[in-house]
């Protein structure tokens, strides 16, 4: 059996304060968009299950990888058959796209199906949460507005589908923690719900990202490529989740011919 785990990209992060228990409470709008990895099960041949991964390099053991972390999960509950896994990675790793989450999810729901587990949604998203913050979101894998540490969801009618996205990703590596570590949580004026709803063309002066402000004091070339995508037309740009990859959202096809050759570059 195989899927397609996608990336997602944050429309605005509010970083509200931090919690007791170390993380922080934060609103944001998490937003799936057709940038995928490929993952694979299929029997183990003579019982002894194997990890492949292929495609962008990811650092560490194979069984420390999220996907294989997301079968021992539910090993530990359920009578799982060996397989072996096989996962090629396109989505850039320490983007802020949730590359690795997107895996740890579909490697659920393609084990529900494979093993039929016959999980209910709301089961699979509390694995998905013993897994990363941003895990449950790919288990529906639908616009939501999410809160507290980003696993509360609500629904929120929004749809990119008229305009193109394209997704930067700058030969730089953002650490989430760092990221995190150098936040000031603060209660915005307005609060995100509120800002959704303009047209998105005024977004640019309203919806905010708050990583971005210390991000790009420590990585100048991550906002060089913000203001980039806006001198080439963006109705809006921003950075998504805590970086490096910055999206933009135009209102027409583009070719961004301006930007360097060390920076990747995806039409979604």
């Known amino acids: 059996m195989i899927c397609f785990p996608n990336a ?39 019982g002894k299950g194997v990890f492949t991964q292929t495609g962008i390099p990811i650092a560490g053991k194979p069984e420390d990888n999220i996907v294989m ?20 990675k396109q989505i850039p790793v320490g983007a802020g796209l949730g590359g690795g989450s997107s895996n740890a999810a579909f490697m659920i729901k393609l084990l529900n199906d494979y093993a039929e587990l ?11 949460a013993q897994l990363g913050a941003d895990c449950p979101f790919f288990i529906q894998n639908v616009p939501v507005f999410a809160e507290g540490t ?20 700058p030969a730089v590596f953002v650490s989430t923690k760092e ?13 995100l719900k509120d800002i959704i709803r303009l047209p998105i063309n005024e977004w640019k002066d309203h919806l905010v990202n708050d990583f971005e402000s ?3 004091i ?11 995508l806006y001198a080439a037309g963006a109705l809006y740009a921003s950075m998504s989740g805590s970086g490096s990859a910055v999206f933009g959202i135009f209102d027409k096809s583009v070719e961004l011919n301006r930007l360097t050759i060390k920076e990747q570059i995806m039409y979604v």
């Open 8 to 46: 997602k990209i944050n429309l605005g992060l509010h970083i509200l304060s931090k919690r007791s228990d170390g993380y922080h409470n934060i609103e944001t709008i998490f937003y799936p968009i057709h940038l995928c990895d490929a993952l694979e099960i299929v029997p183990a041949p003579e």
């Open 69 to 88: 972390k997301a079968y021992t999960i539910l090993k530990e509950d359920y009578n799982l058959p060996k397989v072996s896994i096989f996962l090629r």
């Open 118 to 128: 016959k999980l209910s949604i709301n089961q699979m998203e509390a694995y998905a």
């Open 150 to 169: 980003g696993t509360f969801f609500s629904p929120i009618a929004i749809s990119l589908q008229e305009y193109q996205l394209v997704v930067v990703k």
């Open 179 to 191: 990221a995190y570590h150098r936040i000031r949580p603060h209660q915005p004026k307005v609060p």
């Open 214 to 216: 210390e991000v790009f």
């Open 218 to 228: 420590r990585f100048p070339e991550i906002k060089d490529v913000k203001q980039k």
